[in-house]
């Protein structure tokens, strides 16, 4: 059995155990070259096992597993197609999908949010496991490593399959920020000047790597 899907199956473990994927909603994928292990529709995802991922090529096709893909292998697969994702996160993480409901983007108000790439966008609102959802979400995506849907959900994708894992992590974190600051006020929200100084400072320091003393 291949060890991506033993891969996949313990980050949605690991996201279920977080609170950020609860039952069989959401789901989750990764890629080596030309296959794409993903959850398969139906999985309880917090007790998800390699045989509940099916391994598919790029155009759909099961090439190992015995259970159908998730609904939302289409939005998988296009987002694939854009660009050099190594794997991609769908969650229906309590603060995200609260914050999808009621924003029309997601401000950056901590500097750790540029870690996404900025703004995180909300995609417009379609019925789950569509091709207009999928579109909506790869446009939202653009130039981002997150996204949030309308009355839906958030996506991440990472450079590997820790690295989705953990800005879905991350942006469960900002929301719950927003959250929390919308409470106590009218948030303020990082210029672009300060946005730029924090990436140029963290350029200089190498911000978030282990460095020797």
Do not use: K
Not at 121 to 132: D, L, S
Not at 150 to 164: C, E, F, K, M, R
Not at 177 to 204: M, N, Y
Request: aromatic share 4%; glycine share 10%.
């Amino acid at each position: 059995m291949s060890p991506l899907r033993a891969a996949v199956a313990a980050a949605s473990r690991r996201l279920a155990d977080a609170g950020l994927l609860v039952g069989t909603a959401g789901n989750v994928s990764a890629r080596v070259g030309d296959r794409v292990a993903i959850t398969a529709t139906g999985v309880r995802l917090g007790e998800c096992g390699p045989d509940e991922v099916t391994v598919v090529t790029l155009d759909g096709t099961v090439v190992e597993g015995t259970l159908a893909p998730t609904s939302e292998l289409s939005l998988h697969l296009g987002v694939y197609a854009d660009g050099p994702a190594a794997a991609i996160v769908h969650t229906h993480a309590p603060f995200a999908t609260a914050l999808a409901c009621v924003v029309d983007a997601l401000p950056v108000l901590h500097y750790q949010q540029l870690t996404l790439g900025g703004e995180v966008r909300v995609a417009p609102y379609a019925t789950f496991g569509t091709a207009e959802l999928a579109t909506h979400v790869r446009t939202a995506l653009e130039g981002r490593s997150a996204a949030l849907l309308a009355n839906h959900g958030s996506v991440t994708l990472g450079g590997s399959l820790d690295q989705a894992v953990e800005n879905a992590l991350l942006l469960e974190w900002l929301c719950q920020l927003h959250h929390r600051a919308s409470a106590l006020g009218t948030p303020r929200v990082l210029t672009e000047e300060q946005q730029a100084d924090v990436v140029r400072a963290a350029i200089e320091r190498g911000y978030g790597t282990p460095q020797e003393v």
